[in-house]
C-alpha cells in the first residue's frame, strides 16, 4: 500500500507480472498451440497476406538477402557442406534423375558450349596435363598393365583391317 495519499495502488498490474513471472513456461505452451491452430485454420489468409508483402517489398527483401549473405558467407558455406554431407545420397539420387530426364537437352547443350568455347577448353585441357603429368603417366602406365592384352588384341584388329583394305 502507498505511505501518501498522492501514489496510487497497480494491485491488478502487479498481479499480473507476478503471474506472468511464475507460469512463463505454462503460458508460452499455451500461445504456441493457440499460434499453430491459428495458422492451420488460416493457412490461405496467411499466404495470401504473405505474398501481397513479398510483392511489395520486393526490392528491400532482395537487398536484406544480399546483406545477410554477405555478412554470413561463412556460416552459410558450413551450412551447406553440412546438407550436402548429410543428404548426399539424396542428392546424387536426385541429380540422376534429372539426368536421365534432360539427357537430349543436356547433350545439346554440352555440344554447344563445346562448339563455342573450343579454344578456351583447350588450353585448359592444355594447362591441367602440364600441371598434372606425373599423375597422367602414372595413371596410363597402371592403365596399360591391367588391360595388356585386351589392348594387345584390340592393336592385331587395326593390324588385320589394315591389311585386309
Known sequence: MPGS??????????????YYAANQDKIAKYYAAYQAA??????????????VHRAANRDKIA???VAYRAAHRDKIAKRGVAYRV???DKI??????YNAAN???????QAAYSAAHREKRAKQSAAYRAANRDRIAKYQA????????KLAEVKRAKIVAQKVD
Open 142 to 149: 597402371a592403365y596399360y598393365a591391367a588391360n595388356r592384352e
Open 5 to 18: 495519499g498522492k501514489q496510487r495502488y497497480c494491485g491488478p498490474k502487479c498481479c499480473a507480472a507476478t
Open 92 to 97: 546424387a539420387k536426385r541429380r540422376a534423375a
Open 103 to 109: 539427357r537430349d537437352r543436356i547433350a545439346k547443350y
Open 38 to 51: 491459428y495458422r492451420a485454420a488460416n493457412r490461405d489468409r496467411i499466404a495470401k497476406r504473405h505474398a
Open 86 to 88: 548429410a543428404n548426399r
Open 63 to 65: 537487398k536484406r538477402g
